[in-house]
């Protein structure tokens, strides 16, 4: 059994790890303090170590530097709640082999771990492959353990163009918007083409800096800039023979956009620093919420890159367009739920039911994930009831805007039929007319317009109103308290 040393001052965050990596089949070692963690490192002999960054004593920088002097074929991995890339890239260069930030992801400190301890030891190892912060990781799940694929007609059609183009060499650019499941969408491609039993690494465009971007993609040789100590392995290389999936690619930096024009062309790649081709056997699939070709004609996309990456498409509808999934996919998240609470809850009331299905999740199945994930921790009985889902699905649902869902084929009513909706929408119960309540009333029916006018994406409300978002969730929350709403 693998042994990890866990070094956090908050003992809670070292219980959620210790239980969390004991099912995963880990030894669990924690200790508190960074001088003692040194002083026990010998007899602990840890195979991965993670550390918190802010320590009582000290900061994890400096366990870091000590750690790499005493063991430094042990990885390391930081995890802070402070998301910085100069932080990031300072102690990437002094040999740690991740950066993570809090909030803490079962999934992805999982993926990092397993990554880390797939290395194999040398007695002069080189940096270890990293990817910047919030950069997606590979995984060693199977796709079928982590996804899972809708009944509704729009699934069927993306099924069976995944089935058409998997076996092919294809380059692939997967549209819709975030949360929506692109990344599901190219795993399951890769787990049907030829390349399944080699790697299928994942990269999120929009979380690299433009400084990180081409080191992160290609690689780059030691004392290729000021920083470079060791020799770097880049993703594209890490994936040969596989496939690479970069998630929105337009947000890829223009400039590194031209050396992945000639790995498209060509098939090859030069290291940052290097003086030598690396030849390479990859597929490439890519995702992006915006259109690429209106992004290239705006000229903040390279035009003859979207063509290369464009010898086939697929267009993954949004999940309020897909009413009839909702359930299904909000019954995979309940078990996986369960799977990490240690929890039985069976099934989701009649009432949560349609509130799911009427809602019209503009965050997709990563929103969903979410609500699930957090309905579930508050709920103690078989079924997860009404007070368990966030005040803003419930809010959003006591609008009625939405119209029938459609299930399997059948229409089924959300709600009692609503009446048409005019100028004057459905408010509290005002009896008193003094200024003070007509004043609550009119900023009602200023708060209803604007959630209208953004598609109840509350960031974009609380602009129109020229409040923060705190504020209009606070809002939410006090009219969500009459009964008339």
């Known amino acids: 059994m693998q042994k990890i040393l866990v070094i956090d001052d908050d003992r809670d965050m070292c219980l959620l790890l210790n239980r969390f990596l004991t099912r995963k089949q880990f030894e669990v070692i924690e200790l508190y303090n960074g001088k003692k963690a040194i002083e026990y490192m010998e007899s602990v002999k840890p195979d991965l170590v993670l550390c918190d960054f802010r320590l009582e004593d000290m900061d994890g920088k400096q366990v870091l530097v000590k750690t790499r002097e005493l063991y430094p074929l042990v990885p390391f991995i930081i995890i802070t709640g402070y998301s910085d890339v100069k932080l990031a890239v300072e102690v990437l260069k002094l040999g740690a082999f991740d950066y ?37 990781k590979p995984t060693s799940l199977k796709p079928a353990e982590r996804y899972i694929f809708g009944n509704s007609p729009e699934m069927k059609k993306i099924v069976n163009q995944i089935e058409l183009v998997a076996p092919t060499n294809y380059s692939v650019i997967i549209y819709g918007e975030s949360g929506s499941g692109k990344e599901a969408i190219a795993s399951k491609i890769h787990e049907q083409s030829k390349r399944k039993d080699k790697p299928f690494i994942a990269i999120d465009c929009g979380a690299l ?9 290609f690689g780059h040789e030691k004392g290729a800039f000021t920083g470079a100590l060791n020799q770097k392995t880049g993703s594209l290389e890490l994936a040969d023979g596989g496939t690479v999936f ?15 024009l000639r790995v498209v062309q060509e098939r090859k790649i030069r290291r940052i620093g290097g003086n030598k081709d690396i030849l390479l056997d990859i597929r490439i699939i890519v995702a992006s919420n915006e259109k690429l070709w209106e992004v290239a004609r705006n000229g903040k996309f390279r035009e003859d890159l979207f063509h290369r990456f464009n010898e086939f498409s697929i267009n993954l509808p949004p999940l309020r367009e897909r009413k009839g999934d909702i359930l299904l996919y909000a019954r995979h998240f309940l ?5 990490e609470l240690g929890k039985t809850i069976t099934d989701f009331s009649h009432e949560v039911q349609q509130v799911l299905i009427n809602y019209s999740w503009y965050g997709n199945l990563r929103e969903l994930q979410n609500v699930v994930k957090r309905a579930a921790l508050l709920t103690d009985t078989d079924r997860i009831e009404i007070q368990a889902l966030p005040f803003e699905i419930t809010f959003y649902d006591k609008l009625n805007f939405e119209q029938p869902a459609t299930i399997q084929g059948a229409t089924v009513p959300i709600k009692p039929a609503a009446e048409p909706v005019t100028e004057t929408v459905k408010r509290p119960m005002i009896t008193d007319q003094s200024l003070k309540l007509a ?20 960031t974009k409300a609380a602009k129109l109103l020229n409040i923060d978002r705190k504020t209009l969730y606070n809002k939410m929350k006090e009219y969500q308290q009459f009964k008339d709403l």
Do not use: C, H, M, W
């Not at 800096?209 to 993609?217: D, H, P, T, V, W």
């Open 209 to 217: 800096s433009k400084e990180l971007a081409g080191s992160e993609l």
């Open 100 to 136: 993570v930030t809090k909030p803490v992801f079962p999934d992805e400190i999982l993926a990092s771990i397993r990554k880390a301890l797939a290395l194999p030891s040398s007695p002069k190892p080189a940096l270890p492959e990293i990817q910047a912060p919030g950069a997606k």
């Open 335 to 339: 078990a996986l739920a369960n799977a």
């Open 246 to 260: 970069l998630d929105e690619i337009a947000n890829l930096p223009y400039d590194v956009q031209v050396s992945l």
């Open 439 to 458: 004043s609550i009333d009119a900023e009602y029916e200023t708060i209803v317009k604007a959630l209208r006018q953004s598609n109840f994406n509350k």
